[in-house]
């Protein structure tokens, strides 16, 4: 599966689309927003550029996308205005891959730049915000580029399903499962560490070539608890297309071959590696708790309506190329029974890890 060509969240604002299913991201960017504030507050103290060069990696589309680049000016300029100094300029550079809605992006940025106008006043300095579709396991800037760099719920997903899950012999490795399910083997857990490993290594390489020193990188990902912990609700989803096949709705083979591009770490997975690649001080690290349907006080029905919806939002555009657009009405509505019946049994909720990163005047690589 060529992940970098396939994967995009649903564009448009429809009532699939990504726009208005991205609840669950906006509720963790919020969670996390008192770690970007003092990663920032700190590298501005430090570094106190003319021109903040800013990059969010993995910026999709939607109220998130600029929902960030604000909250980012708004710590600096709070900060300027605290110490009575003359407003910086910004350039904002939102990343993703090829596919994303770039488009929904820059529609939104002419009332984005009249709101900061009303907002900062006269004195507030200019603000550049431009699009760079690229992947971002590998470079995008150049050498020495940027001061603050932002992600939030991207580095999860892998560049590619990890090798090796593919069967030697007739029976699939991974049978009846999407992703580490409770029945997979041993293999497969390991293989999808080694291909987070090298992801996230890459990534860190890239951005430690791109950020000056002293610049500060939040990374915020779905992390789990424990290293063997099955993802539960890949799980219902797994099952689901399971069924499926049983009812000959999909075929097996297909199915066979599916498993998911993400992988969530554990906090220790995270920090080895960070330690590891070397060119980061970790500054920070917090974890916190999100259930899936962020707000648990709901009805049953509202609360797997909302995880189904959301998380056909992220995954319909993987789904729908291994086993056709025409089944996903089908497929999510038999998903979202699933859930509803998880989680009428069972709490549930997704651990998400947030880091802040200094990059080091040394690079250790
Ligand atoms: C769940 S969305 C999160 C979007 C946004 N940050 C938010 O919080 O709402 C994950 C985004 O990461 C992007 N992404 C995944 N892999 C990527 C890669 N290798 N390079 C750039 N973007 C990637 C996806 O296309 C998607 O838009």
């Known amino acids: ?129 431009s699009g760079t579709p690229k992947s971002f396991y590998g470079r995008v800037f150049p050498d020495h580029f940027l001061h603050i760099v932002h992600s939030s719920y991207s580095v999860h997903w892998l560049s590619q399903v990890p090798k090796g899950l593919e069967s030697k012999s007739e029976e699939a490795l991974n049978k009846g499962n999407i992703y580490i399910g409770n029945t997979s083997p041993q293999e497969i857990s390991k293989a999808y560490y080694a291909q987070f490993k ?44 399971n069924d499926m096949v049983l009812e000959g709705i999909i075929e097996e083979e297909k199915l066979d071959k599916f498993n998911m591009p993400f992988y969530a770490p554990t906090i ?17 690290l917090k974890s916190f708790t999100v259930d899936w349907s962020v707000d648990s006080s709901q009805n049953l029905e509202n609360r797997a309506n909302f995880v189904a919806k959301s998380i056909r939002a992220v995954t319909e555009s993987l789904l729908d190329t291994t086993f056709g657009a025409a089944i996903m009405d089908d497929l999510f509505y038999r998903f979202k029974i699933k859930v509803k019946k998880h989680l009428s049994c069972k709490e549930s909720q997704y651990l998400n890890i947030v880091v802040s990163l200094i990059k080091t005047r040394a690079n250790l690589y």
């Open 268 to 284: 220790q997975e995270v920090s080895k590696l960070v330690g590891a690649e070397g060119s980061f001080y970790l500054n920070k």
């Open 1 to 129: 599966m060529e992940v970098e060509n396939i994967l995009h969240m649903k564009k448009g604002d429809g009532q699939n689309s990504y726009a208005n299913n991205s609840l669950l991201q906006k509720s963790v960017v919020t969670k996390a927003k008192p770690v970007l504030q003092e990663s920032i507050r700190e590298m501005y103290h430090a570094l106190k550029p003319d021109c903040l060069m800013i990059a969010d990696f993995g910026c999709s589309s939607g109220p998130n996308s600029l929902l960030v680049v604000s909250e980012i000016i708004d710590i600096i300029d709070n900060e300027r205005q605290r110490m009575n100094e003359k407003s910086p300029k910004y350039s904002v550079f939102m990343n993703d891959l090829p596919g994303n809605d770039f488009n929904a992006i820059f529609k939104m940025l002419p009332s984005f730049y009249q709101g900061l106008k009303q907002d900062k006043g006269s004195d507030f300095g200019a603000c550049f915000i």
């Open 198 to 241: 090298r992801d996230f290594v890459l990534f860190l390489r890239s951005r430690a070539q791109e950020m000056v020193h002293d610049g500060c990188m939040v990374l915020t990902l779905q992390g789990r608890f424990q290293s063997n912990d099955p993802g539960s609700l890949w799980d219902l989803l797994g099952s689901t297309l």
